[in-house]
């Protein structure tokens, strides 16, 4: 598709649930990049992959979050247990290569009740 | 670390005038790009105008326009004949290879237009 498409727009969970967020990326694009937006509008970047690897997850939270990549599928990031301070809006960006034009999708807004 | 600051939260320009939006970044890399995003009340993320560090030539795209100061490591946006539809929150950006080419956003400057 020509467009970043994220699933589901909107997602509610309470405390302790599991939260499953996907992006589709533009095809042809190799890079895929999450970032999540906290209500202040301050971004934080979280991981990026190159193709179905791993390319830079320093902005990851190991313990509860975790996302892939894989071949023929939309990448997803899971968060499990969710906690209050993980409400924020997820985006996702594609690039045709690591230093392309990175395209986002819609974002996702994660409500943690 | 890479670091980018708009001290600017909020900014407020009458329809049709011009407004200057500030940005400055730290980085110790010379090879790195720089970008201003447009987020609308809708969340989507707009790509208005990128600069790369090595063109001394200063990007414009319209009606918008940088001032890029590399020696200083400046970078601000202004708009020049301010629409109602330019409202939003603007985000000034940084990214180099160097640190996998993932995007340093400023804290976001919100324009208000005045009609």
């Known amino acids: 598709g020509e467009e970043v498409a994220q699933t589901p727009k909107h997602l509610v969970r309470g405390e302790g649930q599991k939260a499953k967020l996907y992006c589709a990326p533009i095809?042809?694009?190799?890079?895929v990049f999450w970032y999540q937006q906290v209500l202040k509008n301050e971004f934080k970047f979280l991981i990026s992959?190159?193709?179905?690897?791993?390319?830079?997850e320093t902005g990851m939270p190991k313990e509860r979050f975790s996302a892939k990549c894989l071949p023929n599928s939309p990448c997803s990031l899971e968060i499990q247990a969710t906690k209050l301070e993980d409400s924020a809006v997820y985006f996702c960006?594609?690039?045709?290569?690591?230093?392309?034009?990175?395209?986002f999708g819609q974002g996702t807004r994660l409500t943690v009740v | 670390a890479q670091t980018v600051t708009q001290s600017q939260p909020e900014m407020s320009v009458q329809e049709a005038e011009t407004v200057t939006l500030s940005c400055t970044y730290d980085?110790?890399?010379?090879?790195?790009?720089l970008f201003w995003y447009k987020q609308p009340p809708s969340r989507q993320m707009i790509l208005v105008i990128r600069?790369?560090?090595?063109?001394?030539q200063n990007a414009t795209e319209n009606r918008f326009s940088v001032n890029f100061q590399k020696a200083a490591k400046s970078f601000s946006l202004k708009i020049s004949d301010s629409q109602l539809g330019d409202a939003a929150m603007y985000f000034c950006?940084?990214?180099?290879?160097?640190?996998?080419?993932?995007?340093?956003f400023g804290a976001g400057t919100i324009l208000r237009v005045k009609s």
């Open positions: 960006a594609s690039s045709q290569s690591g230093s392309g034009r990175a395209f």
């Open positions: 095809k042809g694009h190799s890079y």
């Open positions: 992959f190159q193709n179905e690897n791993v390319f830079d």
């Open positions: 980085t110790s890399e010379s090879d790195y790009y």
């Open positions: 600069q790369e560090a090595y063109k001394q």
């Open positions: 950006a940084y990214r180099t290879a160097k640190y996998g080419n993932k995007l340093v």
